[in-house]
């Protein structure tokens, strides 16, 4: 894979409360692309920031109904990824 396509994964951190709290435990969240694979998804992170990951948990976040004056719509559907790190690790994300 080139790096460009490990870019096209990793969206974005999420940051949250609730993940600034698991942040203490090596415990990562990032939007990731939805068809991206958990196996995917840790090669990245690994080639990206240059660490060892130990799991990844992924989650799909369905779209939510919006309104713009009498139409409604749905936002798009996303995927999050919970990234764990090897005991000692960390990623700066500035």
């Not at 080139?2 to 415990?27: C, H, M, R």
């Not at 969240?29 to 196996?39: H, I, Q």
């Not at 690994?46 to 976040?61: A, G, L, Q, Y």
Request: proline residues 3%.
């Amino acid at each position: 894979m080139k790096d460009t396509k490990y870019l096209e994964i990793i969206k974005a951190p999420v940051i949250t409360e609730k993940s600034q709290i698991a942040k203490a435990e090596g415990k990562y969240t990032f939007k990731v692309a939805p068809n991206a694979t958990k196996l995917e998804i840790k090669d990245a992170i690994e080639k990206i920031f240059k660490v060892k990951v130990t799991s990844v948990r992924t989650m799909n976040v369905k779209p939510k109904k919006r309104r713009v004056g009498r139409y409604t719509g749905l936002t798009n559907r996303t995927k999050k990824a919970i990234v764990t790190l090897a005991e000692g690790q960390t990623i700066d994300l500035g």
